[in-house]
């Protein structure tokens, strides 16, 4: 009864993560602690997860990308990668993307070539981004580093008694996938948009808002009087009224006195709107735009402003800037700026104050485009040292003669001693969300194999697959991983699926390695939406894409991905 009560929790759990109301590391938290409330695991149990040897070297790695993300070396090698033919260009970028991110933070490696792609003007933004992510994805599954998913599932392998993954274990076969998968995304990057900056017909498409004050001219005129509707690179949208909306908005339509007027244009043309007397955009004058500096970012994934509004948070004091404009890929966004919650992904067009790149936050919450502020970088000796010591920990590491967990922390005491990394630094960055997500995950999956549940489902695996053999059911396996990473996200997708697969593989009696590969490679099969993955989502805004664009692009890298894993995890890994 038990073991069937742990399972419709997880099916709970599930639907909650696909609903997206909550976050992850709440969920997983909450249902490590209702396990231990209700005697499913022990309480040892719980905090044994979070001290998990993986888990841990997963956190110190992430630390440690921290420098190697404020390296200036990547942004300034995209500028060599990017020249030529559009072909060639895409070729080197996703090339040498995949190449780092077999070793570095996918995430950082995005985020570093991100603003300097946004800003070149060379080949339009829209056909490099998705690539950019693809390819961060495909590097990243050939090495134990390469992406957390990895990392997640070796803590996982740990606590389940098994040798821990070797560094190298994955690129046997995910170093044949990579190369397949880069031909064919080589193929369909040519089915994406070109959204290019200097087209005018497909020009920055931002969300943004004026507040007509009580004594300004424009009360008691109609627009088209106030001559609202004739504005070069802006449309007047909609008007909030009292709580309601008005949309569309008519030529006589007479406006009043504390109107919130909706525009969508350009971010060049936002200050066309300071002229117009007793117009604030957000609580700033529009006087006072033209004193500030225009600054272009994107939400991040480690952001705390996600799934929260404007309202909720005192935007000027954390960040010494105000919200000018709204933009979320192509969506059409409406209703008023400040009650939109905002999502990991958003671009957000910020009026800044003089010190705004010297507020400590400004890392953790956004990834900066515009080119006139930049984020400190490293100096040249800090870059060299930050590199080389990386590369000797992982050579280190390869070879048996050091540990990673032992050669990481060897590494983070020299940043720590060469200031090329700050405690405070430390402090702000540190992914806390992770460690609630993957230490509770581990106390979850214990809980399902303690309960039966997890080999409750493998026995409905193995009547299913019955006459099929093991190879359907490593399939089946492989195949739920990836609908769960498509629906929730990678790591919870590893979390959930690999009891499963493990309680699988002893079902049927054999070697468990091919099903955990099978849960490890499906847990990175995130390519066809961009909510599944978080550099899918860095890129969404800046890209201006559609939902569409991720289908039509991913679908068939998707299936070469699958084909590539299915036909060679089981020759490199035999039953």
Avoid at 40 to 61: D, F, G, K, R, W
Wanted: proline content about 5%.
């Amino acid at each position: 009864m038990t073991a069937w009560w742990v399972l419709g929790s997880v099916g709970i759990l599930l639907a909650l993560l696909m609903q997206g109301r909550f976050s992850p590391a709440v969920l997983f938290s909450g249902w490590a602690v209702g396990y231990v409330m209700f005697g499913v695991i022990e309480q040892q149990a719980l905090l044994n997860s979070y001290a998990n040897p993986a888990l841990i070297t997963l956190i110190i790695l992430m630390l440690v990308s921290l420098a190697l993300e404020r390296s200036p070396l990547l942004e300034h090698c995209s500028n060599a990668l990017l020249k030529g033919n559009e072909t060639l260009a895409t070729l080197r970028l996703m090339s040498v993307t995949a190449a780092l991110s077999a070793f570095l933070n996918n995430t950082a490696v995005v985020g570093s070539l991100l603003g300097a792609i946004s800003r070149q003007r060379h080949i339009p933004a829209s056909r490099l981004l998705i690539p950019l992510s693809y390819a961060s994805i495909l590097g990243g599954v050939t090495t134990l580093v390469g992406t957390s998913t990895n990392l997640v599932v070796n803590s996982f392998v740990i606590d389940a008694g098994l040798p821990p993954l070797g560094m190298f274990e994955f690129a046997i076969v995910g170093i044949p996938v990579a190369v397949l998968c880069l031909l064919g995304l080589l193929l369909s990057a040519r089915l994406l948009p070109r959204n290019g900056v200097q087209n005018k017909e497909h020009s920055q498409p931002y969300f943004l808002e004026a507040w007509v004050s009580a004594d300004s001219p424009l009360v008691g005129h109609s627009i088209e009087h106030n001559q609202l509707r004739s504005l070069d690179g802006l449309f007047l949208l909609e008007i909030a009224r009292h709580g309601r909306l008005i949309s569309p908005v008519s030529p006589d339509e007479v406006i009043q006195a504390q109107d919130v007027l909706v525009f969508t244009g350009e971010v060049e043309k936002v200050q066309a709107l300071q002229r117009f007397s007793g117009l604030q955009l957000f609580g700033d004058k529009g006087d006072n735009l033209l004193a500030s500096n225009l600054v272009e970012v994107v939400i991040s994934n480690e952001s705390e402003l996600a799934k929260r509004t404007l309202q909720e948070v005192d935007f000027r004091t954390m960040f010494n800037a105000g919200v000018v404009g709204i933009r979320r890929g192509q969506r059409r966004l409406t209703g008023q700026l400040g009650q939109i919650p905002l999502k990991v992904g958003d671009s957000l067009l910020l009026a800044v104050g003089p010190d705004f790149t010297q507020h400590r936050n400004i890392d953790r919450n956004f990834h900066i485009l515009s080119g006139s502020l930049q984020r400190p970088k490293l100096s040249s000796r800090q870059s060299l040292l930050a590199f080389m010591g990386f590369g000797g920990v992982i050579v280190a590491a390869a070879m048996g003669w050091l540990p990673l967990l032992n050669g990481l922390l060897l590494l983070l005491a020299l940043l720590l001693l060469t200031r090329t990394l700050s405690v405070s630094e430390l402090r702000r960055r540190f992914p806390f969300e992770l460690v609630l997500i993957i230490g509770s995950a581990l106390a979850i999956a214990k809980g399902l194999e303690s309960s039966g549940a997890a080999a409750l489902v493998a026995d409905g695996m193995r009547y299913v697959f019955n006459g099929h053999g093991v190879f359907a059911a490593f399939v089946g396996v492989y195949l739920m991983t990836l609908l769960l990473t498509e629906t929730v996200t990678n790591n919870a997708a590893a979390a959930l699926a690999f009891p499963i697969g493990l309680s699988t593989a002893q079902a049927f009696g054999v070697d468990p390695m091919p099903f955990i590969m099978a849960v490890a490679f499906g847990a990175s099969a995130c390519f066809m939406v961009p909510f599944g993955y978080q550099t899918h989502l860095m890129v969404y805004s800046p890209g201006r894409y559609r939902m569409l664009d991720y289908l039509k692009t991913g679908l068939p890298i998707s299936l070469l991905y699958s084909a590539g894993v299915i036909t060679l995890v089981p020759m490199a890994f035999p039953f």
